[in-house]
């Protein structure tokens, strides 16, 4: 048993629940507007593309951001009856907001791709698991090969962030991943225009 007033456990199961939540919120977000042919609408109004998709995403990113700060009482308690270090609960959270916005942007390009939600769904969560395994399929290669895939790898980059410490190339890494999802999506999105 250990004494540590701490949200580390919390906050990794908070991670593994974001694997599945993630795709369950982005697969309506396009597929459906595809689905039922409210998308020549959408892009027909004097909407660009990017507004369309960061809109889509914005929207997403605040529900996610809802359902994280309902668990904000955790560290409540825990403040209220213990003394924890504030520095790996704000690290831990921080990390959570941005590992969001990596896969929900991810789960918003699989929605573009197809015009089935439970398709949309199933890929994402797909692409998520594959940057999810990233590290131990790594382990499988040598050279450039593993640090290729261990770079890729969500869980390595999230590590600091729960032990309270914030590295910058983390931030980069989610960073990126977020703005990279978001530009393919308006790449699909453009193209359906001319479809």
């Known amino acids: 048993l250990t004494s540590e007033a701490s949200l580390r456990f919390a906050l ?3 991670r593994v629940i974001l694997l599945f939540i993630t795709p369950l919120i982005t697969m309506r977000l396009l597929a459906e507007e595809q689905a039922t ?3 020549e609408l959408v892009l027909t109004s004097p909407v660009r593309d990017w507004e369309l998709v960061v809109g889509k995403f914005l929207g997403a990113l605040a529900l996610f951001g809802v359902m994280l700060g309902l668990t904000l009482y955790y560290p409540f308690l825990l403040f209220l009856y213990g003394k924890p270090d504030p520095g790996p609960i704000v690290s831990g959270y921080l990390g959570l907001v941005l590992l969001g916005a990596g896969f929900i942007a991810l789960g918003l390009l699989t929605s ?3 015009k089935n939600q439970i398709v949309a769904a199933v890929l994402a969560f797909a692409v998520l698991l ?3 395994l990233a590290s ?3 382990d499988l290669f040598s050279g450039p090969a593993r640090d290729i895939l261990r770079y890729l790898s969500a869980l390595d980059h999230y590590s600091d962030f729960s032990r309270g410490v914030i590295d910058t190339r983390d931030v980069v890494y989610y960073l990126s991943l977020a703005v ?4 393919a999506t308006v790449q699909v999105v453009g193209a359906r225009r001319w479809v």
Request: net charge negative.
């Open 180 to 183: 990279a999802g978001l530009f």
């Open 112 to 114: 573009a791709l197809t």
């Open 136 to 138: 131990p399929i790594g």
């Open 12 to 14: 990794d199961n908070f």
């Open 130 to 132: 594959l940057l999810w």
């Open 37 to 39: 042919g409210t998308i």
